[in-house]
Nanobody, 114 residues
C-alpha cells in the first residue's frame, strides 16, 4: 500500500504562483510514475502533469506555466504552478503507480480569483 498526502493548495489571485507537494509513504519502493491530476466542479478529472524516470509530460493547458519535479528522496513530487488563471481552479490530486495499482491522495483545493 502507498499513502499520498498533498499540501500547498490555497486561494490566490490571477497571475500568482503556488507550489503543491505530495509525500508518499508505505511501500514506496519501485514507484516509477507519479502525476498530478485536477478536477474542476462539474468536470472530469484530467491529467495535469506526470513524471517517470526523469521524463515529464504536461497537459497543453499548463505547458510553460507548470513544472513537475520529484524530490531527492524520490518519495515526493512537486507541482510548481506559475501564472495561475481562474480556469486552473480545481481540486488537485496526487497519483502514484506501483505495480499493479494506482494510488490517490485526498486532494488539495486550488482557487484562483480574477
Amino acid at each position: 500500500q502507498v499513502q499520498l498526502v498533498e499540501s500547498g493548495g490555497g486561494l490566490v489571485q490571477a497571475g500568482e504562483s503556488l507550489k503543491l507537494s505530495c509525500a508518499a509513504s508505505g511501500s514506496i519502493d519501485n514507484i516509477n510514475f507519479m502525476a498530478w491530476y485536477r478536477q474542476a466542479p462539474g468536470k472530469q478529472r484530467e491529467l495535469v502533469a506526470d513524471i517517470t524516470s526523469g521524463s515529464t509530460n504536461y497537459a497543453d493547458s499548463v505547458k510553460g506555466r507548470f513544472t513537475i519535479s520529484r524530490g531527492n528522496a524520490k518519495n515526493t513530487v512537486y507541482l510548481q504552478m506559475n501564472s495561475l488563471q481562474p480556469e486552473d481552479t480545481a481540486v488537485y490530486y496526487c497519483n502514484a503507480y506501483r505495480w499493479p495499482s494506482h494510488y490517490w491522495g485526498q486532494g488539495t483545493q486550488v482557487t484562483v480569483s480574477s
